[in-house]
Every structure is written in C-alpha cells, then in structure tokens.
C-alpha cells in the first residue's frame, strides 16, 4: 500500500519561510508524478507544484511561483516543497500526491491517484 507522509508544517510568520517534506514507502517516486496541493477548509483544493519525473521538468501556479520551490530527493524517496517569502493566504493545509506513471497531466488534483494525510502551515501577520 503506498504511502505518503508530509511534515514540516507549522506557525510561521510573514516573511518567513518553511520546507515540508513527504516521504513516500512502496512507491519510487523518481519513477512518478509528483505533486503539492493545498486547500483552506470551505474553500477548492489548489495545486501549487509537481515534478514531471518523464520530462525532468517542474511547474507551479502562479500564485507561488518565485517563492515556493519543489524538488525530491531520490536516495532518500521524498519529495520538498521550500516556501519562501510566506503571506498570510499561504496558511492553509498542504498535502502531497502522486499520479502513477513518470508524466504529469497538469495541478488538478482529478489527475493525482495517492495523497497523503497533511501538514498545516499557518502564517500570522
């Protein structure tokens, strides 16, 4: 069963930065497409990021685009997303997903088959 687990969450404040990680087991995630949504309670899921592990490219929203940077680590089978310059209406609750096979078809979580569980991330003003 594949799992994938974030952390790195937490209270941070404006301007401040943070990195969450998902590790995944029984999954490769080099072999896979990989991304980070994020999604405030009453509000759409938004995808931010992914890495297409078939054309070795990566693609963001325009929302977090210069400040917000994904990247994995094979070795080690997890996948980062560092947030840089962080506003208030980044607070939301993160969540890392996988798609089978190495391409990616774009940030709509429909196109995503795994997810993992969460991390909150909270900045104050």
């Known amino acids: 069963q594949v799992q994938l687990v974030e952390s790195g969450g937490g209270s941070v404040q404006a301007g401040g930065s943070l990195r969450l990680s998902c590790a995944a087991s029984?999954?490769?995630?080099?072999?896979?497409?990989m991304g980070w949504f994020r999604q405030v309670p009453g509000q759409e899921r938004e995808g931010l990021a992914l890495?297409?592990?078939?054309?070795?490219?990566?693609f963001y929203a325009d929302s977090v685009k210069g400040r917000f940077t994904i990247s994995q680590d094979n070795a080690k089978n997890t996948v980062y997303l560092q947030m840089r310059s962080l506003k208030p209406e980044d607070t939301a609750m993160y969540y890392c997903?996988?798609?089978?096979?190495?391409?990616?078809?774009?940030?709509?979580?429909?196109?995503?088959?795994?997810w993992g569980q969460g991390t909150q991330v909270t900045v104050s003003s």
């Open positions: 029984r999954y490769t995630i080099s072999s896979n497409c």
């Open positions: 890495i297409d592990n078939g054309g070795g490219t990566t």
């Open positions: 997903a996988s798609r089978n096979g190495y391409y990616c078809l774009g940030l709509n979580g429909r196109y995503f088959d795994y």
